[in-house]
């Protein structure tokens, strides 16, 4: 295997535009690491693909030598999919060519742009799509699994703005995929994940976003905190249109200028309120929060959409040891807000927290059957029990926290189905009811059609459906 895989690899080199990195290689070593510092695989091969012809040739390639495939985009998936161990790793790190026409309110974004690249590049026109809250994800696996922030109340989610994407087959053919052409494909693309091909551009509707956006931050120390968790999920369950919330139960005050030092890396409560509409709009909210239980300490500034699209980064940062289990709760009731509030408290990583997204507004408009979004389009909040730890053995603690906070929230969830991109650990039954039965099987007929020897695998994986192969 060996030998062939060397001798393979002198032909690769010569079909690829792009760099072809073995073990040997002086940058091996940084181009195999992801943004989990705790995953610690080494492919064979790492193809940092310049084009889709490279995509195509690594694709061929592995399958000749019959090595695994593993696709990374931003490299941000906590299991690391993107990562393979001995197969061949196509890195599309290099593909960030982004395209803006303001006027049409289109761009087209290679699939190894962050959402950083992509937000600088429309926001010179005033314009956004709704994209990840950490700026350094990537744009492709999180449109390809759904994506939310905080755009996705105005707008939903990234994938129902999403309006066509180039697309390098298992069979090593180049489609595009819109509502005209490869239809079925393109809405499997939409919420199915890195199932079915490897994205090399995408193509996004922008929307208009405030040259200002209102931030607020408000803090509850933990000792309040079944209060505060009930307080937020007042407000956050009658938000107005243009506001939007991302809720950081158990999430510790940051060593930020904006904490007083007293405070910093206290346990507590965040609540960060983002306003796209009527400044005073944003400030009433504000008050209403403040009134119902006044926080420890709060922060409100106005900021340009990146710096809001930034402003989380250094709570993940690169490079970090991570795990985590998410779920979806229909509604906080006491009960559940107890068993969170106890939960947290016992977290043993200053940085572990449950960051908590809510959906509704655009995204609930969408009819379920429009994509293939895997989690229910009804309001809900979805968790997900994140660990971040100090070093790899600390982590190793801090995941029977993360567990346990799981096992305690389960009996309060809607079943155990939740967003596909939040699902770290390979689970077929967790993937499976995360669709629903009717939706993973027209999944699972697409997969049949576009990969039916199941080339692209690592992944929230949806087996091909028997007796359907052929487009
Ligand atoms: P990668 O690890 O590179 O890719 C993950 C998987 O996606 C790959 O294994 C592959 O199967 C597939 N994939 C990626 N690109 C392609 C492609 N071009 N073609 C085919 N398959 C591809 N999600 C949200 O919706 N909103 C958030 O606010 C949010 N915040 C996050 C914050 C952090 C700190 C982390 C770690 C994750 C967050 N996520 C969020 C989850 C995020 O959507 C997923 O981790 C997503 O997979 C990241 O995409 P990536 O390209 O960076 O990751």
Not at 20 to 41: F, L, T
Not at 75 to 102: E, N, W
Not at 112 to 139: E, F, K, N
């Amino acid at each position: 295997m060996v030998q062939l895989v060397r001798s393979g690899l002198e032909g690769l080199r010569e079909r690829c535009a792009g760099r072809v990195v073995s073990p040997q290689d002086a940058d091996y070593e940084v181009m195999r690491k992801i943004w989990n510092g705790a995953i610690d695989r080494r492919p064979s091969v790492i193809v940092r693909c310049g084009g889709p012809e490279d995509v195509e040739a690594a694709v061929s390639f592995a399958r000749q030598e019959g090595l695994e495939i593993s696709v990374r985009g931003g490299g941000h998936g906590f299991g690391g999919a993107a990562v393979t161990d001995g197969g061949v790793m196509l890195d599309l790190s290099a593909l960030r060519l982004i395209d803006v026409d303001a006027a049409s309110r289109w761009a087209s974004c290679g699939a190894g742009a962050t959402w950083a690249d992509l937000d600088a590049a429309t926001q010179a026109y005033g314009l956004a799509t709704p994209g990840g809250t950490i700026s350094h994800t990537g744009v492709g696996g999180l449109t390809l699994g759904g994506g939310f922030g905080w755009l996705t109340r105005d707008h939903g989610l990234t994938a129902d703005n999403l309006e066509s994407a180039d697309v390098v087959l298992a069979d090593g053919r180049q489609v595009h995929a819109s509502v005209r052409e490869h239809p079925d494909l393109f809405w499997a693309l939409r919420g199915g994940g890195g199932n079915f091909g490897v994205v090399t551009s995408f193509a996004y509707r922008l929307h208009p976003v405030p040259p200002d956006v209102r931030v607020a931050v408000l803090f509850w120390e933990a000792e309040r905190g079944p209060a505060a968790v009930e307080v937020v999920d007042r407000i956050v369950t009658s938000l107005p249109e243009h506001v939007s919330a991302l809720i950081g139960f158990g999430m510790s005050a940051p060593p930020a200028p904006f904490v007083p030092e007293e405070h910093r890396l206290r346990p507590g409560h965040t609540l960060i309120l983002a306003g796209f509409g009527e400044p005073e709009q944003h400030v009433a909210v504000v008050q209403r929060v403040a009134d119902a239980l006044p926080p420890l300490f709060a922060f409100a500034e106005s900021m340009p959409y990146p710096q809001l699209q930034s402003l989380l980064d250094e709570s993940a940062p690169w490079g970090v040891p991570a795990y985590e289990k998410a779920l979806d709760l229909p509604a906080l009731g006491p009960e559940a807000i107890a068993t969170l509030c106890e939960h947290a408290a016992r977290k043993g990583s200053p940085m572990s927290f449950v960051p908590t997204f809510r959906l509704d507004g655009a995204f609930s408009a969408v009819p379920d059957d429009a994509t293939a979004f895997g989690g229910s389009r009804e309001p809900h909040y979805t968790l997900s029990i994140t660990a971040l730890a100090s070093s790899a053995d600390a982590l190793e603690e801090e995941k029977e926290w993360v567990r346990d906070t799981w096992s305690a929230m389960l009996p309060h969830a809607g079943g155990t189905g939740t967003y596909v991109n939040f699902i770290a650990d390979q689970d077929e039954d967790r993937v499976r009811a995360s669709y629903g039965e009717e939706k993973y099987a027209r999944l699972a007929a697409i997969k049949a059609a576009y990969d039916p020897d199941n080339v692209f695998h690592l992944n929230a994986n949806i087996k091909p459906a028997t007796g359907q192969a052929g487009m």
